[in-house]
């Protein structure tokens, strides 16, 4: 499996990725924002766009569907849900918890519910060792999507706990924005004992290509620097306390999650 990441360098630090296949350099655009950066970058590898799939909703994700359709052919894959509602319009082929996706003869994609962010939400996850996630606005270097727009934080919750967390440790993520240093920064506030966040927020900001800012991190990594992925460590608890005094006396992975999420919204 082949992939190409173009960061947009926008106000909301888009980025859009296109998978192909090694053996017959068909490929798909997930996420198209800028319809001819998409194409040009596939032309330039020497790929042809047979498809083009959303991971959700939103216009950032998905203004660049149909002039990219028009000027190649391409099938539009979509979650079911937006695809039924009109959210997406002119789907394709809708997508489903279990169904795949092929790129080519040899890339196969399976498609998982996410959702939370919005409540249509899909990722993609790869027949790779290690496995790919392309997770649109789910999972975010060091964070978690934001609900302000259709979705909701508990709903985000449970595909956290029951997709997300399960995965294979050494899977690589492919974000649908660029939020790594203030996603950092977050974690550091809640937990300031945190090395982990503490030394890659010191690298990154010494390293960081404005260029092509994208670090590439496995599921492992955000277990250690992702307050989303340590809901029972003690400190970050307690410092929620601190600003929900309300809280249970022994809160469970969701409440501190829902918090957490609430706290970033303002942060």
Same mark, same amino acid.
């Given at each position: 499996?082949?992939?190409?990441?173009?960061?947009?360098?926008?106000?909301?630090?888009?980025?859009?990725?296109?998978?192909?296949?090694?053996?017959?350099?068909?490929?798909?655009?997930?996420?198209?924002?800028?319809?001819?950066?998409?194409?040009?970058?596939?032309?330039?590898?020497?790929?042809?766009?047979?498809?083009?799939?959303?991971?959700?909703?939103?216009?950032?994700?998905?203004?660049?569907?149909?002039?990219?359709?028009?000027?190649?052919?391409?099938?539009?894959?979509?979650?079911?849900?937006?695809?039924?509602?009109?959210?997406?319009?002119?789907?394709?082929?809708?997508?489903?918890?279990?169904?795949?996706?092929?790129?080519?003869?040899?890339?196969?994609?399976?498609?998982?519910?996410?959702?939370?962010?919005?409540?249509?939400?899909?990722?993609?996850?790869?027949?790779?060792?290690?496995?790919?996630?392309?997770?649109?606005?789910?999972?975010?270097?060091?964070?978690?999507?934001?609900?302000h727009n259709g979705g909701d934080a508990a709903t985000?919750?449970?595909?956290? %706990?029951?997709?997300?967390? !399960?995965? @294979? /440790?050494?899977?690589?993520?492919?974000?649908?924005? &660029?939020? #790594?240093?203030?996603?950092?920064?977050?974690?550091?506030?809640?937990?300031?004992?945190?090395?982990?966040?503490?030394?890659?927020?010191?690298?990154?900001?010494?390293?960081?290509?404005?260029?092509?800012?994208?670090?590439?991190?496995?599921?492992?990594?955000?277990?250690?620097?992702?307050?989303?992925?340590?809901?029972?460590?003690?400190?970050?608890? %307690?410092?929620?306390?601190? !600003?929900? @005094? /309300?809280?249970?006396?022994?809160?469970?992975?969701? &409440?501190? #999650?829902?918090k957490l999420r609430q706290l970033r919204n303002d942060?």
């Open positions: 499996m082949l992939i190409k990441k173009l960061w947009m360098n926008n106000p909301l630090r888009n980025y859009n990725y296109i998978v192909a296949c090694p053996d017959s350099g068909e490929a798909m655009a997930i996420d198209p924002l800028d319809h001819g950066r998409v194409l040009n970058a596939a032309r330039d590898e020497g790929w042809t766009i047979t498809q083009v799939l959303n991971t959700h909703e939103h216009g950032d994700h998905i203004a660049g569907n149909q002039q990219l359709v028009r000027e190649t052919g391409a099938t539009l894959l979509a979650p079911a849900a937006a695809a039924a509602s009109g959210a997406i319009p002119s789907v394709d082929t809708p997508l489903s918890e279990g169904d795949t996706v092929k790129v080519g003869p040899s890339v196969t994609l399976d498609v998982l519910e996410t959702p939370g962010h919005t409540m249509c939400h899909i990722s993609l996850l790869s027949r790779t060792d290690p496995p790919h996630l392309f997770c649109g606005d789910t999972v975010f270097n060091a964070g978690a999507g934001n609900c985000l919750y449970r595909t956290f %706990a029951e997709k997300i967390f !399960k995965l @294979p /440790g050494n899977t690589f993520f492919y974000p649908g924005h &660029e939020y #790594f240093e203030s996603n950092l920064k977050f974690t550091r506030d809640r937990e300031p004992g945190n090395v982990a966040a503490r030394e890659t927020l010191r690298d990154l900001e010494k390293n960081r290509d404005p260029a092509d800012p994208l670090v590439m991190c496995t599921l492992d990594m955000e277990r250690q620097h992702n307050v989303f992925f340590r809901l029972d460590n003690e400190e970050i608890i %307690a410092n929620l306390r601190e !600003k929900f @005094p /309300g809280m249970s006396d022994a809160p469970n992975a969701e &409440e501190v #999650f829902i942060w």
